[in-house]
Each structure stands twice: as structure tokens, then as C-alpha cells.
């Protein structure tokens, strides 16, 4: 289905996704059952991550080196955008609005992202960025194959399990094929190590939201963040 260096990132995340699909975030998406405030602050949480990962993504449309690629994740920056604005609007007026700053693993992951954006070849970004597309199509599928009793989560899964958001991701897969096979050993491995990472904070991301992590001390005014962005 995919090449030699995509499927070769994605043995590395296996063990991984396998427990994201077992977790009871996606469980209860599924069967209804999921406490709303989990999937409020999982909302809330996804907005801030968003905005950071629009900028990883600007970072890694200057990186690379076609300009097919450059364009394509340009585009893609201006999406993450538009979704955070329209999707995630309107969760939160069924759902009720509230202004939190990111949690721990939202102010984590979204670091990560940045610092091997920023820090790393265009072949570290890709992996960095890599798995949240690709996971979220894996899960959007293998939900959209076992429908929500309930219409709010419902609509999320019909976001990430539809044939649009799957081009979209097959188009990031085709180019992390073709620049994987441009890369060296040594890259590729850090690559992959940037992929492994990734692939984990997504599971940390939902596990966050299931438990609705919160900073063990409080955060003052000047200490939130992006918060109140």
C-alpha cells in the first residue's frame, strides 16, 4: 500500500497505534459513552495544538526542496487553520466555550513539533509532522467503520474517516516516499526517531484529554502560555 521508507516509519509506530485504537477516548467515541467534558477538552486542547502545528508546517513547506512540496504544505498550513476556526467552532457551541490554557502534553507536544521543525533537515520534519496525518486517517477509517449513536461525535469521525482528508494524506505520504528515498542512513534513522515520538504524544494527546490533564501547580497570568491567544 505505501513505499519502503513510509512503511518503514510506520513499523516503529505500530505498537503504538495499536494502543491508540484500544484506548477508551476512541471507545467511547464510538459507543457514545465518552464523558462530554473529555471530548470538550480534547476541543479545546486540539485548538491550541493546531496553531503550533500550522507553524511546523510553514517551517516545513520552506524546507523542502520541490516546490510541489512547498506549495502542498503551504496549503495544508493555511487548512490546519481554517479547521481549528470552522470545525472546532462548532464543537464548542454545542459543547459550551471556555478559555484553558494548553495542558502539559499539549504544551509538549507542540514544542516537539517545533524544535525539530525549526532544529532539524526537511527529513526530520516530515517525520515529525507525519504521524499526525497519518494517524488520523487510520483511526478516521477504522471509526467510520463502527458509527457513533451520538451526532457530535459522529461528526468528528466523518471529518477524519472521509475520502477527502485520506487525499490529503496520501499526497503527504507520496512525498515523504519520495524524499525518503533520497536520504542516508544516518538521516533516515533520525527521521524515524522523529516519527516514533511523534506517533507516541498522539497517544498522549487523547490520554490527556481522557483524564483531562491539567498543570499540577497553577499557571499565573504571565506563566499561560498561548492560552489567551
Not at 505505501?2 to 513499523?11: C, Q, R
Not at 487553520?81 to 457551541?93: K, M, P, S
Not at 459522529?154 to 524524499?179: M, N, S
Not at 533516515?188 to 499540577?216: G, Q
Request: proline share 5%.
Amino acid at each position: 500500500m505505501h513505499g519502503g521508507f513510509t512503511s518503514w516509519l510506520w513499523e516503529s509506530a505500530q505498537p503504538t497505534y495499536d494502543r491508540i485504537l484500544a484506548h477508551p477516548f476512541l471507545r467511547g467515541l464510538t459507543d457514545g459513552g465518552l464523558d462530554r467534558e473529555a471530548f470538550r477538552f480534547y476541543v479545546i486542547q486540539d485548538g491550541h495544538y493546531l496553531k503550533d502545528y500550522a507553524r511546523a508546517l510553514s517551517v516545513t513547506a520552506a524546507k523542502a526542496p520541490e516546490s510541489a512540496d512547498t506549495a502542498m504544505f503551504a496549503a495544508h498550513t493555511a487548512n490546519a487553520i481554517a479547521v481549528e476556526r470552522a470545525l472546532h467552532a462548532g464543537f464548542l457551541d454545542e459543547l459550551g466555550g471556555a478559555s484553558e490554557p494548553p495542558a502539559p502534553v499539549t504544551a509538549a507536544y507542540t514544542n516537539f513539533l517545533l524544535a525539530a521543525a525549526y532544529g532539524g533537515s526537511y527529513g526530520e520534519a516530515l517525520g515529525a509532522v507525519l504521524p499526525c496525518y497519518w494517524i488520523y486517517a487510520r483511526v478516521g477509517a477504522e471509526l467510520a467503520g463502527a458509527a457513533s449513536p451520538d451526532p457530535l461525535y459522529q461528526r468528528w469521525i466523518d471529518t477524519y474517516g472521509g475520502e477527502e482528508f485520506k487525499q490529503i494524506v496520501d499526497e503527504v505520504l507520496a512525498a515523504a516516499e519520495r524524499h525518503g528515498a533520497s536520504l542516508g542512513p544516518a538521516e533516515r534513522t533520525r527521521a524515524r526517531a522523529r516519527f516514533e515520538i511523534a506517533a507516541r504524544y498522539e497517544w498522549m494527546f487523547w490520554d490527556a484529554a481522557y483524564r483531562r490533564e491539567r498543570w499540577p501547580l497553577p499557571l499565573t497570568g504571565d506563566q499561560q502560555l498561548d492560552g489567551g491567544r
